[in-house]
């Protein structure tokens, strides 16, 4: 049964025409609520942009430039991390009507990482977007964007192939303390709550009391307290331009940074684990946050157009199950534990952001057999009328055709068809190379279904091949640029 509000109708198709029941007006009347939650859930969620200055202001510059002609920003903070010098509007050099957007926060002392955190408890909207002014984000914000407003209790954030697996090692789960958490560094661009950025100073305050040097390595200790594995993206990152008269000593060049950098590590999965089990004796809450995501763990990338996020169930690392000891594995989320192996050296060259590099000859293919559940989908960001999209795929035929396609308005609720089947039976595929391009048109569903937000293809049932897809692509959709 789809179940939205007080909608309830059967969804399941069958071959046997007799058994198969959709009850089209419910369907719309469901679509219409859900665009209105889309729309209320864009509302509530309003975005300031986090910028620390240090020393290299014609970076803030571009990165204000840009954070304005998006229009997706409420606000702008600034927070001069230099004591040396008051920033002022006139600095940033903006125009008159984008200053009202702009407030520059000068701090007496420079606090670091912590510094993000400070900016961020001081915003008016609900959420915090930051990136550090090393990244262009141009080519992800809107992906990124969405992907937080689908699952707003989350840290989402994007990086690399290479960091993405590292980080999925420094995952560790206990069910028996409530313990579900995974690490993510948030510089590259990442979105937030600010009551997550709140809790977080009051937690440093608390727990690094006797380690006030740490305080400055904040970073380290912000996902793993959220006890909850964070959505990232894996993207290409892109460095913005740098002014080669300005010069300062990076952070990591500063006297024990690596060794601080560790002990940072090890204390924020031992002060996390203490607290969950010291909670199972005593009910002392420490960390009240318990696993709040709506959506499952997935691997997934945006599109090169950042207008579109594929993504899958089937991960790298079997993060679920990875054994964790306290008394073994205090130091997993730190750099003696990289990545190695054929598994990793396989997920560099057919990761999620193959898919989507408008490149037919590199493939998404996960390390492994299909196995019944597990699923290929796309998010085109918000709901979307009369899609027409393109699949390459470079597994069999016959594996693609017993895929059970289905869409849904939420990504949580989903709505198969007997109309969908025929798509990979009616001859709209084309022939490239030694793989298969299909044509998915929506105007081809019944008018009920031509409008939804996502598409995925689930495997019913094991297969003896492993999943490959080698491009996506929007072709044509009638709302796709809307913000």
Same mark, same amino acid.
């Given at each position: 049964?789809?179940?939205?509000?007080?909608?309830?109708?059967?969804?399941?198709?069958?071959?046997?025409?007799?058994?198969?029941?959709?009850?089209?007006?419910?369907?719309?009347?469901?679509?219409?609520?859900?665009?209105?939650?889309?729309?209320?859930?864009?509302?509530?969620?309003?975005?300031?942009?986090?910028? @620390?200055?240090?020393?290299?202001?014609?970076?803030?510059?571009?990165?204000?430039?840009?954070?304005?002609?998006?229009?997706?920003?409420?606000?702008?903070?600034?927070?001069?991390?230099?004591?040396?010098?008051? @920033?002022?509007?006139?600095?940033?050099?903006?125009?008159?009507?984008?200053?009202?957007?702009?407030?520059?926060?000068?701090?007496?002392?420079?606090?670091?990482?912590?510094? &993000?955190?400070?900016?961020?408890?001081?915003? &008016?909207?609900?959420?915090?977007?930051?990136? =550090?002014?090393?990244?262009?984000?141009?080519?992800?914000? &809107?992906? @990124?964007?969405?992907?937080?407003?689908?699952?707003?209790?989350?840290?989402?954030?994007?990086?690399?192939?290479?960091?993405?697996?590292?980080?999925?090692?420094?995952?560790?789960?206990?069910?028996?303390?409530?313990?579900?958490?995974?690490?993510?560094?948030?510089?590259?661009?990442?979105?937030?709550?600010?009551?997550?950025?709140?809790?977080?100073?009051?937690?440093?305050?608390?727990?690094?009391?006797?380690?006030?040097?740490?305080?400055?390595?904040?970073?380290?200790?912000?996902?793993?307290? @959220?006890?909850?594995?964070?959505?990232?993206?894996? /993207?290409?990152?892109?460095?913005?331009?740098?002014?080669?008269?300005?010069?300062?000593?990076?952070?990591?060049?500063?006297?024990?940074?690596?060794?601080?950098?560790?002990?940072?590590?090890?204390?924020?999965?031992?002060?996390?684990?203490?607290?969950?089990?010291?909670?199972?004796?005593?009910?002392?809450?420490?960390?009240?946050?318990?696993?709040?995501?709506?959506?499952?763990?997935?691997?997934?990338?945006?599109?090169?157009?950042?207008?579109?996020?594929?993504?899958?169930?089937?991960?790298? /690392?079997?993060?679920?199950?990875?054994?964790?000891?306290?008394?073994?594995?205090?130091?997993?989320?730190?750099?003696?534990?990289?990545?190695?192996?054929?598994?990793?050296?396989?997920?560099?060259?057919?990761?999620?952001?193959?898919?989507?590099?408008?490149?037919?000859?590199?493939?998404?293919?996960?390390?492994?057999?299909?196995?019944?559940?597990?699923?290929?989908?796309?998010?085109?960001?918000?709901?979307?009328?009369?899609?027409?999209?393109?699949?390459?795929?470079?597994?069999?035929?016959?594996?693609?055709?017993?895929?059970?396609?289905? /869409?849904?308005?939420?990504?949580?609720?989903?709505?198969?068809?007997?109309?969908?089947?025929?798509?990979?039976?009616?001859?709209?595929?084309?022939?490239?190379?030694?793989?298969?391009?299909?044509?998915? =048109?929506?105007?081809?569903?019944?008018?009920?279904?031509?409008?939804?937000?996502?598409?995925?293809?689930?495997?019913?049932?094991?297969?003896?091949?492993?999943?490959? /897809?080698?491009?996506?692509?929007?072709?044509?959709?009638?709302?796709?640029?809307?913000?």
């Amino acid at each position: 049964m789809f179940t939205i509000g007080i909608f309830n109708f059967n969804i399941d198709s069958t071959s046997d025409n007799r058994n198969y029941v959709i009850d089209a007006n419910a369907i719309f009347d469901a679509l219409k609520q859900t665009k209105i939650l889309e729309a209320e859930h864009e509302q509530q969620y309003q975005l300031t942009a986090i910028i @620390l200055h240090w020393k290299r202001l014609s970076r803030v510059q571009l990165a204000v430039q840009h954070y304005v002609s998006t229009k997706y920003f409420k606000e702008i903070i600034i927070w001069n991390n230099n004591p040396e010098i008051n @920033l002022t509007l006139n600095e940033i050099s903006t125009s008159n009507q984008s200053n009202g957007l702009i407030r520059i926060i000068n701090s007496y002392v420079n606090m670091y990482d912590e510094a &993000k955190y400070q900016a961020c408890a001081e915003a &008016k909207t609900l959420v915090c977007f930051y990136a =550090d002014d090393d990244w262009n984000t141009s080519h992800y914000i &809107k992906t @990124l964007i969405a992907s937080f407003r689908s699952d707003p209790n989350v840290l989402h954030s994007v990086t690399n192939v290479v960091t993405y697996y590292n980080n999925l090692l420094w995952t560790f789960m206990d069910s028996r303390i409530d313990l579900h958490t995974g690490f993510s560094w948030i510089g590259c661009g990442s979105l937030f709550l600010r009551e997550h950025a709140q809790r977080h100073l009051q937690l440093l305050r608390m727990h690094l009391q006797t380690n006030p040097e740490l305080l400055a390595f904040s970073d380290l200790f912000f996902s793993i307290w @959220l006890n909850d594995i964070p959505s990232q993206l894996i /993207v290409d990152l892109v460095s913005s331009p740098t002014d080669i008269n300005e010069t300062d000593m990076a952070f990591s060049s500063k006297k024990d940074f690596y060794s601080l950098q560790h002990t940072s590590s090890v204390l924020a999965i031992r002060k996390l684990e203490y607290s969950l089990r010291l909670n199972q004796l005593t009910m002392n809450v420490g960390f009240p946050r318990k696993q709040n995501r709506r959506f499952p763990y997935s691997t997934r990338s945006p599109s090169s157009k950042d207008d579109f996020i594929f993504y899958s169930n089937v991960l790298p /690392v079997d993060i679920e199950n990875i054994p964790f000891d306290i008394t073994l594995d205090p130091d997993r989320a730190t750099y003696r534990n990289v990545p190695h192996g054929p598994n990793y050296t396989h997920f560099v060259n057919y990761n999620t952001l193959k898919a989507v590099d408008n490149d037919e000859q590199t493939c998404w293919r996960p390390n492994g057999f299909v196995k019944k559940g597990d699923f290929f989908a796309i998010d085109f960001l918000r709901i979307q009328s009369h899609i027409v999209f393109s699949l390459i795929i470079g597994h069999s035929e016959r594996l693609q055709s017993s895929l059970k396609m289905q /869409v849904s308005f939420d990504g949580i609720w989903w709505i198969s068809h007997r109309s969908f089947k025929r798509i990979f039976m009616n001859g709209n595929r084309m022939s490239v190379t030694s793989f298969q391009r299909f044509v998915i =048109d929506s105007r081809q569903f019944p008018s009920e279904l031509q409008s939804f937000r996502y598409v995925t293809f689930n495997a019913t049932q094991s297969s003896n091949e492993p999943f490959q /897809v080698c491009d996506v692509q929007i072709i044509n959709s009638f709302n796709i640029n809307r913000k």
